[in-house]
């Protein structure tokens, strides 16, 4: 709902950002077999082969960066592009990568800018990128972020896979926990995780955390964090949002009375002393002139 005209995303105004829209792509990537949000993917890949300047590198609100190549090229990995070969993020015969490896620095950090000082926030989203980016080269993995159980289960079987090496047993002889979850992550996996229901066994008051058993210990956290999930609902925000307004109604009474108070004041006195100038008479807080009864 969020799309431009355009076909990208923004946090302002009416054209695209090539960082939004990259991330944007990143949050859809796990949905692009449903038509409707292939066809945005399609408008927003098209947009941001557009933005791609000549050096195969991009600006973002009119400032070439390193930042925004690194969110590209997790954005194709995440849909499974090969970044490398595409010849839409291609100009002159620069790659993504080849743009990327312009900012990095003799210290091995990347800069915000090019020939700039290595920076926190470049480096962390450049070495994202390239992890996300030999992930997909060296394992055909596409998914960019791992989700527990995911990893968990991906352990076990490699696991599982060691021990039928070591042991020269058949491969049919490994027996697989029939409780272990796929290990692809599906588009309800996210909303499945919070509305399943945790085995009683599971769900300790505590965690230990000396406990050898790593599968044991990350089921006792999930079980924790499950129990202590509390989602944010408006039922108790009317009450909330009340008290506030009460005080701050109660504040602004306060201190308009004290300014109409000083203000008085401040004319009384004005008052007085104008008419002591008139009749030539000392200042006198308090206390008779001359001649008053």
């Not at 100009?91 to 800069?111: C, E, H, I, P, R």
């Amino acid at each position: 709902g969020l799309q431009l005209s355009d076909g990208g995303f923004t946090l302002m105004g009416k054209s695209a950002d090539t960082d939004v829209t990259a991330m944007c792509l990143q949050a859809l990537a796990p949905y692009k077999s449903d038509s409707t949000v292939k066809e945005s993917i399609d408008r927003a890949l098209n947009v941001l082969s557009k933005k791609q300047n000549e050096k195969g590198g991009y600006s973002s609100f009119g400032t070439v960066n390193s930042e925004s190549v690194s969110q590209v090229i997790s954005a194709l990995v995440a849909l499974d592009i090969d970044v490398q070969s595409d010849s839409r993020f291609i100009k002159n015969g620069n790659t993504l990568v080849d743009n990327l490896m312009t900012f990095k620095n003799s210290d091995g950090g990347f800069s915000h800018i090019e020939n700039g000082k290595s920076n926190n926030i470049a480096c962390y989203q450049a070495l994202n990128s390239l992890v996300d980016l030999y992930k997909y080269m060296s394992k055909g993995n596409t998914e960019i972020f791992e989700f527990d159980d995911t990893k968990k289960n991906n352990s076990n079987s490699e696991n599982s896979r060691q021990n039928t090496e070591n042991s020269n047993t058949d491969s049919s002889e490994v027996n697989i926990d029939s409780n272990n979850k796929n290990n692809s992550v599906n588009t309800g996996d996210i909303t499945e995780k919070h509305n399943s229901q945790v085995d009683e066994g599971q769900q300790e008051t505590t965690v230990n955390p000396e406990s050898n058993n790593a599968e044991n210990y990350d089921d006792q956290v999930m079980a924790l964090a499950d129990d202590n999930y509390e989602p944010f609902t408006l039922a108790s925000t009317p009450d909330s949002v009340a008290a506030a307004n009460s005080d701050d109604d109660n504040n602004f009474i306060f201190y308009v009375s004290l300014i109409g108070l000083v203000a008085v004041a401040a004319v009384l006195l004005i008052i007085r002393l104008t008419v002591l100038k008139k009749d030539g008479e000392p200042f006198r807080l308090f206390g008779k002139r001359k001649g008053d009864k």
